[in-house]
């Protein structure tokens, strides 16, 4: 009797307001088979968007890798596709897809992000979406990703000030007690907030 392994790549396009989700789901051991199938159909499926703001959700947590000839097209897919994704969530299980993600995102000029979680991963595809209604909003959202920046230098300066100050620190040990402060602090605003002091 013959095992045959399952190997592959499921992908799925819809509309969701103003921007196409993609979902693949990839199986086993890719091979350039499954690429010359798939790149058509992607092709296809993409070729009618103008102005493409196309979303990417990729299950991976049953990938195994590439043949070598696959992981060529692999690199050509992402090369060829690198305008339209705007983001990419990889969802998996290995160190190796993280560090592959962090390799991607020099190559595309959307966003790539790992996760282990499928529901993370689509709430971070879709948070951009809700609309900014007051100006408020607006300005929040536009200043969103130099606020989150702001937030780690913190972190990462306070983090060194610990490395420099105190012989042979532990940046695990270090890190933990950095993110208690913060939470600790930030809890306090929340409650400042939920009071009114800010009114």
């Given at each position: 009797m013959?095992?045959?392994?399952e190997h592959?790549?499921s992908?799925?396009?819809?509309?969701?307001?103003n921007?196409?989700?993609m979902?693949m789901?990839?199986?086993?051991?890719?091979?350039?088979?499954?690429?010359?199938k798939i790149?058509?159909m992607?092709r296809?499926?993409?070729?009618?968007?103008?102005?493409?703001?196309?979303?990417v959700?990729?299950?991976?947590k049953e990938?195994?890798?590439?043949?070598?000839?696959?992981?060529w097209?692999?690199f050509?897919?992402?090369i060829?596709?690198?305008?339209k994704?705007?983001?990419?969530?990889?969802?998996g299980?290995?160190?190796?897809e993280?560090y592959?993600?962090?390799?991607?995102?020099?190559?595309?000029k959307?966003?790539?992000?790992?996760f282990?979680?499928l529901?993370?991963?689509?709430?971070?595809?879709s948070?951009?979406?809700?609309?900014?209604?007051?100006p408020?909003?607006?300005?929040f959202?536009?200043?969103?990703?130099e606020?989150?920046?702001s937030l780690?230098?913190?972190f990462?300066?306070?983090?060194k000030?610990?490395?420099?100050?105190?012989p042979?620190a532990?940046?695990q040990e270090?890190?933990?007690?950095?993110i208690?402060?913060?939470?600790?602090?930030?809890?306090e605003?929340?409650?400042?907030v939920?009071?009114?002091k800010?009114?």
């Amino acid at each position: 009797m013959i095992n045959k392994i399952e190997h592959g790549i499921s992908v799925g396009i819809s509309r969701v307001d103003n921007f196409f989700m993609m979902k693949m789901k990839v199986i086993g051991t890719l091979t350039h088979q499954d690429y010359e199938k798939i790149t058509p159909m992607l092709r296809n499926s993409i070729a009618g968007i103008q102005e493409p703001n196309v979303k990417v959700l990729i299950d991976a947590k049953e990938f195994e890798g590439w043949e070598v000839r696959a992981a060529w097209d692999d690199f050509k897919f992402g090369i060829e596709f690198r305008e339209k994704f705007s983001k990419i969530a990889l969802v998996g299980t290995k160190s190796w897809e993280e560090y592959l993600v962090k390799m991607g995102n020099w190559f595309i000029k959307g966003e790539m992000k790992f996760f282990t979680s499928l529901n993370e991963a689509y709430a971070w595809l879709s948070e951009d979406e809700v609309e900014a209604k007051t100006p408020v909003e607006k300005d929040f959202k536009h200043r969103k990703e130099e606020i989150k920046d702001s937030l780690e230098f913190l972190f990462t300066h306070n983090l060194k000030i610990v490395d420099w100050d105190v012989p042979e620190a532990n940046d695990q040990e270090s890190a933990e007690i950095l993110i208690n402060i913060l939470e600790d602090k930030l809890r306090e605003i929340k409650e400042n907030v939920e009071n009114g002091k800010y009114k």
